[in-house]
């Protein structure tokens, strides 16, 4: 169980899923923490790093082949299917990739599937997220102002947790 203060009532004792359809505390906040180790389970936030991944790399055109190797390979050592050793190779590609890419939104993509491959997988899915929402936020309104260029980073995040939702409901099926 989960105890945050803040936007929730003294006493109060509910879970991660829970807490993350708070409406009234900030999508920033909600993500924050459920990326904080305990939270989550690891499976769950690397196999949601990989999404935010995948996301921004949908974003640019011809992303680096090593970054979406680097996707590929995080999502099967989520699921048990990659080594360690596997998800280092696939971090030096990737980090390979990120410095040969060029500015702006291609670049930030890059760099989020360098995270993804991070070992620890709630690094990998706070880092992965918030560069992702960059991407999507550069992508919807490049050097426009700055107005437009957060309410796509707002719309961004908000997709993300809603997402994640999504995710942690479906485990609780299973379960």
Request: hydrophobic share 55%; glycine share 4%; aromatic share 8%.
């Given at each position: 169980m989960v105890h945050p203060g803040g936007f929730i009532p003294e006493g109060w004792v509910g879970t991660m899923l829970d807490i993350l359809k708070i409406d009234a505390c900030p999508v920033e906040d909600r993500l924050w923490l459920a990326c904080r180790k305990g939270c989550i389970d690891d499976r769950t936030l690397r196999l949601f790093a990989v999404r935010c991944a995948r996301q921004a790399l949908r974003l640019v055109d011809n992303p680096d082949p090593r970054s979406v190797v680097a996707c590929d390979v995080a999502e099967r050592y989520a699921l048990g299917a990659a080594t360690s050793q596997e998800l280092a190779a696939a971090m030096t590609a990737a980090v390979e990739a990120a410095w040969n890419s060029a500015m702006g939104a291609a670049k930030a993509?890059?760099?989020a599937a360098v995270w993804v491959t991070a070992e620890a997988a709630t690094r990998a899915a706070d880092w992965t997220s918030r560069i992702a929402a960059e991407?999507?936020?550069?992508?919807?309104?490049?050097?426009?102002?700055?107005?437009?260029?957060a309410a796509a980073w707002a719309a961004a995040r908000e997709s993300q947790i809603k997402h994640l939702i999504a995710m942690l409901e479906a485990d609780d099926r299973k379960s």
């Amino acid at each position: 169980m989960v105890h945050p203060g803040g936007f929730i009532p003294e006493g109060w004792v509910g879970t991660m899923l829970d807490i993350l359809k708070i409406d009234a505390c900030p999508v920033e906040d909600r993500l924050w923490l459920a990326c904080r180790k305990g939270c989550i389970d690891d499976r769950t936030l690397r196999l949601f790093a990989v999404r935010c991944a995948r996301q921004a790399l949908r974003l640019v055109d011809n992303p680096d082949p090593r970054s979406v190797v680097a996707c590929d390979v995080a999502e099967r050592y989520a699921l048990g299917a990659a080594t360690s050793q596997e998800l280092a190779a696939a971090m030096t590609a990737a980090v390979e990739a990120a410095w040969n890419s060029a500015m702006g939104a291609a670049k930030a993509a890059a760099w989020a599937a360098v995270w993804v491959t991070a070992e620890a997988a709630t690094r990998a899915a706070d880092w992965t997220s918030r560069i992702a929402a960059e991407v999507a936020a550069w992508s919807a309104a490049g050097d426009a102002d700055w107005a437009a260029w957060a309410a796509a980073w707002a719309a961004a995040r908000e997709s993300q947790i809603k997402h994640l939702i999504a995710m942690l409901e479906a485990d609780d099926r299973k379960s």
